[in-house]
Structures are given as structure tokens and as C-alpha cells.
């Protein structure tokens, strides 16, 4: 089994640290956009989405016009650590790169239903937050994605 194969079978079976330390013993130099792409999905599904932002951020020339890149740094505004600062601009950035990976190929489901979160989110946080909090518990949790 080669170590792209390896990485999905860990990604399959949620063992997302194991891809973390196997991606991150490979020098930084030799790791080309694939791999970075899927150290930050697996610095996501950690929980890890500020490290992640910043791994996806390192390879943003190479994926802007890539709809996995979208979706991965869009899912990384989506659940990082709102403060009351940046939780309107995170939730316009996730909106944008999720848009921008449906328009780039992205057929997934779950990714028009985290845009109508942000739409949801960015339309009634200021007027009730409480309703904000009870759709997401309702419809929505963190969950291992692409």
C-alpha cells in the first residue's frame, strides 16, 4: 500500500493524528499540494482548524482554482473559534470558499448545506443569536469531511 492509499484508509477509519504525524515526518520541501491539501483535512477533522488554515493558506496559489481547497480552508473559517471580532468575517470567508467550490466542480451535499448555515448564520446573528445556536445544534456538527 503506498502512503496516498495508507492516508485514505487512516482518513476512513478517523485516525486523523496518524495522517498528521505520518504527513508532517515528510520534509516540507517534498510535501507538494496533495499532501499539504491533506494534512490540512486531517488538521480539520482534529479540530485543529487555525493549524489547518494556515497549512491550506501555504499552498493557496496552487488551490485557489481547486474546489477541494475551497471546501477544506471554507470548512476551516466554518469551525474555528469565533470571537465576537471575527465571527461575521469567518462565516463570509467560509460562505465565499464554499461558494467558490461549488463553482468549481463540488457536488457534495454537505457543502450547500454548510452555505445555507452561513447564509442563516450571517442574516440572524445580530438579531437573535439563540436561533443561530439552535439550527446549528439541530442541524449541523462537526463531522469528518472530504
Known sequence: MDLKEQLQKWHNDNEHRKIIEAIEAIPRIERDFELTSLLGRALNNDGQHNDALAVLRSVEAEGRDDFLWNFRIGYSYFYRPHSVKNVVSDYETAHY???????????????????????????????????VYEYADERLSTRCLK
Do not use: K
Open 97 to 131: 470558499h464554499f461558494t467558490e467550490a461549488l463553482r468549481l466542480g463540488d457536488t457534495d451535499e454537505d457543502t450547500l448545506e454548510l452555505i445555507r448555515y452561513c447564509e442563516f448564520v450571517l442574516q440572524n446573528l445580530s438579531a437573535n443569536p439563540e436561533t
